[in-house]
């Protein structure tokens, strides 16, 4: 259903002769958080308004003014929002799918609040196995808290997803078992990028260089087991390895928060501005980047680059034959990563 949604939606833009235009638009209805995992800058960054909270009509303006198929739901903890059932079920009415992204400490109150949906999923935060995801949310028991959380909303019928984000000095084979044990409990997909270096945890020696992260995930996807479904797109998952390059779409995930539109982009805020067509129309975008702006240099973000691999395909008839290929061919391993 998914599939069938973007890809009305991407012929409507393509149609329309619409060079930019949003794929996935990040809500952040409050930046306040109840951990405070190392290599996050949001809750640093956003100090001076972490009371602050959108309403649901600034929400549904918002989600609206953009009109992007897919909202994803961000933070800090989405679950610690008063209101984030009304607003949830807003958006899903609306049939656009709606990925909550939470740590999953307050997964009881989720239960309550948020019925299931096929327009629905939650995408619950886990960066390894028990000693690594603690250590990187700063607080033991965690981890076992996620996988309680997983399992709970699978058995009510949840959709449900992972986002692992990967650090230097993290080892291949932790996340062979991570992403097996996940698979077997049922998540519909796994999704994966490097950790950004933000500027309020710069200072954590955390971070991989751009070199380092293409063969750690080749290593990565070698050797996990056959047929493991990623919720990234294939090729995406080719430029992690190195395989693929690709310019920056910052433009194609657009991120609202507490504060206005995030300009340019979901992890770099020079300013932020009242409305999306201040934000798409005021943006320079050539001047951020890889090779543009050094805050870039590193950065290899889904937000950022998932786009990228999307409008490749929609202008290059092999790239879209591969990527629809791949996408009814699901997972990587050892015997269906692409060889290019």
């Given at each position: 259903?998914?599939?069938?949604?973007?890809?009305?939606?991407?012929?409507?833009?393509?149609?329309?002769?619409?060079?930019?235009?949003?794929?996935?638009?990040?809500?952040?209805?409050?930046?306040?958080?109840?951990?405070?995992?190392?290599?996050?800058?949001?809750?640093?960054?956003?100090?001076?308004?972490?009371?602050?909270?959108?309403?649901?009509?600034?929400?549904?303006?918002?989600?609206?003014?953009?009109?992007?198929?897919?909202?994803?739901?961000?933070?800090?903890?989405?679950?610690?929002?008063?209101?984030?059932?009304?607003?949830?079920?807003?958006?899903?009415?609306?049939?656009?799918?709606?990925?909550?992204?939470?740590?999953?400490?307050?997964?009881?109150?989720?239960?309550?609040?948020?019925?299931?949906?096929?327009?629905?999923?939650?995408?619950?935060?886990?960066?390894?196995?028990?000693?690594?995801?603690?250590?990187?949310?700063?607080?033991?028991?965690?981890?076992?808290?996620?996988?309680?959380?997983?399992?709970?909303?699978?058995?009510?019928g949840y959709r449900v997803c992972t986002n692992t984000t990967l650090f230097s000095g993290n080892k291949p084979e932790e996340y062979h078992r991570l992403f097996a044990m996940l698979h077997d409990m049922g998540v519909e997909g796994m999704m994966v990028a490097p950790g950004f270096q933000y500027k309020?945890?710069?200072?954590?020696?955390?971070?991989?260089?751009?070199?380092e992260a293409h063969s750690f995930f080749r290593r990565v996807f070698d050797g996990?087991?056959?047929?493991?479904?990623?919720?990234?797109?294939?090729?995406?998952?080719?430029?992690?390895?190195?395989?693929?390059?690709?310019?920056?779409?910052?433009?194609?995930?657009?991120?609202?928060t507490p504060a206005g539109w995030r300009k340019p982009c979901y992890l770099i805020a020079d300013e932020h501005t009242s409305s999306f067509q201040q934000l798409m129309e005021t943006t320079d975008w050539k001047a951020y980047g890889f090779g543009r702006d050094p805050r870039c240099d590193t950065c290899m973000m889904h937000c950022g680059y998932e786009g990228s691999a999307v409008h490749e395909a929609m202008a290059k008839p092999a790239a879209l034959a591969e990527l629809a290929w791949r996408s009814v061919r699901p997972g990587v391993g050892r015997k269906n990563v692409s060889a290019r």
């Open positions: 259903m998914l599939s069938l949604k973007l890809g009305w939606y991407l012929l409507r833009q393509k149609l329309r002769g619409n060079e930019r235009f949003p794929l996935t638009m990040i809500l952040e209805p409050l930046e306040s958080c109840n951990l405070t995992c190392t290599g996050c800058g949001r809750i640093r960054e956003y100090e001076p308004i972490l009371e602050r909270r959108l309403s649901v009509e600034q929400c549904l303006s918002a989600v609206e003014e953009c009109d992007a198929p897919v909202v994803s739901i961000a933070g800090g903890e989405p679950l610690m929002h008063d209101q984030i059932g009304e607003i949830v079920s807003a958006i899903v009415a609306q049939r656009r799918f709606v990925y909550l992204c939470t740590n999953a400490l307050l997964y009881k109150k989720a239960l309550k609040i948020i019925r299931p949906s096929p327009y629905f999923a939650f995408v619950v935060h886990l960066d390894g196995l028990r000693e690594t995801h603690d250590i990187a949310v700063e607080r033991e028991g965690v981890y076992d808290v996620a996988i309680r959380a997983i399992k709970e909303f699978r058995k009510a309020e945890v710069a200072h954590h020696d955390i971070f991989m260089q751009r070199g996990c087991r056959a047929g493991l479904r990623f919720y990234n797109n294939p090729l995406y998952l080719d430029f992690l390895m190195g395989k693929r390059e690709y310019e920056c779409s910052q433009w194609s995930t657009p991120t609202y």
